[in-house]
């Protein structure tokens, strides 16, 4: 079931991307505030609390739900599964970002290039060249792609696994979104309230990350993504991000990283990778990897779904 839902929903989005995405997150958010505003007493274990009710409420209804309809109508079980992924995956949420910007560079547009990026990346790129642009891009798109489809694949195999339904792909998705919100603010901000989410956050994706990690070893340049990622990884400021850029890097055979201006001022970011300049070729070679990978573990998926079954 955990494969054809997987399908059903890549297709679906494919071919149907969610244009409500964005006033989901609204709720989303003033959901989160609610907990935040009542529960943050500037503690640690306040967070804890906080954190378990926010996201254990959605989670029980997931799994629950599930459940219920596996007892009664299995077809509406797996359309449920396929509608939560449908919502947590968002592969599309990027793609479209990256195809734009890699047309606009192939045309010479290099202005319409920045801005495209400008309005991904959530920073100012009008001050970047073209392989600096790439550059940027590549890295966006493999952040993207281990969050937004490899890490909430994980989480969906696993507790699919252990009956828990499609609730995988919601803890992933909540807990990236609660680091976002809680995590990632410092102690004169929040105090201790954020601490339990970015703890959290850090376990649930130990595993993913470095799984996409291996990924991108089998499906590129097997020595030179282990090599950047022991060697350079850790160099990178979000280490989490490190491992995935420098594994990234290394597979495709491509440097990243590296100064850049960003509002004017220089951003100074370790160099990863050991192979030749970002250009227009290597976002496609990017592309390609993302979907090398996707193949791989659904291959791997329907390998362990045929030996469950001859089990």
Not at 172 to 177: G, S, V
Request: include cysteine; charge should be negative.
């Amino acid at each position: 079931m955990s494969l054809l839902s997987l399908i059903a929903a890549l297709l679906l989005e494919q071919f149907h991307p969610l244009s409500a995405r964005y006033p989901l997150f609204t709720s989303l958010n003033s959901y989160v505030d609610y907990f935040e505003k009542h529960f943050n007493a500037g503690e640690h274990k306040h967070g804890q609390i906080a954190w378990l009710i926010a996201g254990g409420l959605p989670l029980f209804g997931v799994a629950l739900t599930y459940w219920l309809l596996h007892a009664t109508l299995p077809l509406l079980a797996w359309l449920f599964s396929v509608l939560v992924l449908y919502l947590t995956m968002g592969f599309r949420q990027f793609s479209h970002h990256f195809t734009k910007i890699q047309q606009a560079l192939r045309d010479g547009q290099l202005n319409e290039a920045r801005k495209i990026l400008s309005s991904w990346h959530g920073k100012s790129c009008d001050e970047l060249s073209t392989e600096e642009i790439a550059r940027v891009t590549i890295e966006e798109a493999l952040l993207a792609t281990h969050r937004n489809v490899f890490g909430v694949m994980f989480w969906f195999i696993l507790l699919m696994a252990l009956g828990l339904g499609p609730a995988g792909a919601l803890l992933y998705r909540l807990a990236q979104f609660l680091n976002a919100r809680w995590g990632k603010f410092s102690s004169q901000e929040l105090g201790d309230f954020g601490k339990f989410s970015h703890q959290a956050y850090q376990v649930i994706e130990w595993l993913p990350l470095r799984l996409t990690a291996s990924t991108f070893a089998v499906v590129g340049d097997f020595e030179d993504t282990i090599y950047c990622w022991r060697t350079q990884a850790s160099n990178w400021p979000d280490a989490n991000a490190g491992i995935v850029l420098a594994s990234g890097a290394g597979a495709l055979g491509v440097r990243l990283g590296q100064t850049i201006l960003q509002d004017g001022l220089p951003e100074h970011r370790p160099e990863l990778g050991i192979g030749d300049e970002a250009d227009v070729d290597f976002m496609q070679s990017a592309i390609g990897m993302v979907w090398r990978s996707l193949a791989f573990w659904m291959i791997l998926l329907l390998l362990l779904s045929l030996a469950n079954l001859l089990g």
